[in-house]
């Protein structure tokens, strides 16, 4: 009886970068950017620290794709002005807690000790999406609508997630979607 013969595990650079992000993330969210060293995450993964240098360049470069892959702002955009905050209003009161953006807010409070990570913070939420949502709402006034649009967005998203939902009957989640969507729509507008 033969038996078959062991070797190396077959290579999947595509699997092994997922495995190392997913590693990364998870760490990012437990500990600040500062104390997680590229040793501890590829541990995590099972995989030569040299692995997360091929991948991602650095410890930062890693923290990028990590961010990166958490934010689900990409359709945020899509569809039509006019039915721009209804659809945000719609998605902030009725839409499912996303395990994702809850490890990208992690993510981001812990970052907030290190100058380093915020700097990548920063950068990333400008490029993703402070700068797409001032051009898209365009205009003389486009930059303060659009930081007006993110602070109601963002605060309104953190408190659902932070107290663990909102805790409101249908009746007034109706009257919340309406009176927010309003409120949103006059701020893209620039009413």
Wanted: charged fraction near 25%; aromatic fraction near 6%; include cysteine.
């Amino acid at each position: 009886m033969a038996f078959p013969v062991c070797g190396p595990r077959p290579r999947n650079a595509a699997a092994t970068r997922a495995l190392i992000l997913e590693a990364a993330q998870n760490r990012f969210a437990r500990e600040s950017y500062d104390d997680v060293g590229m040793r501890d995450i590829a541990g995590d993964a099972g995989v030569d620290p040299a692995l997360i240098v091929r991948y991602f360049g650095s410890k930062e470069g890693l923290f990028r794709a990590a961010l990166d892959h958490c934010h689900e702002c990409s359709t945020l955009l899509d569809g039509d002005r006019e039915t721009f905050a209804t659809r945000i209003a719609h998605e902030i009161v009725y839409g499912t807690k996303s395990p994702k953006k809850m490890q990208g807010l992690q993510i981001i409070l812990r970052s907030m000790s290190s100058a380093r990570a915020m700097e990548v913070v920063q950068q990333q939420s400008c490029e993703q999406f402070m700068n797409p949502l001032t051009t898209w709402i365009g205009g003389d006034h486009g930059a303060v609508s659009a930081r007006m649009a993110a602070a109601l967005m963002m605060g309104m998203t953190v408190s659902k997630e932070i107290t663990g939902g909102l805790d409101l009957s249908e009746a007034e989640c109706r009257s919340l979607e309406q009176r927010l969507a309003r409120v949103l729509q006059d701020i893209i507008d620039g009413a």
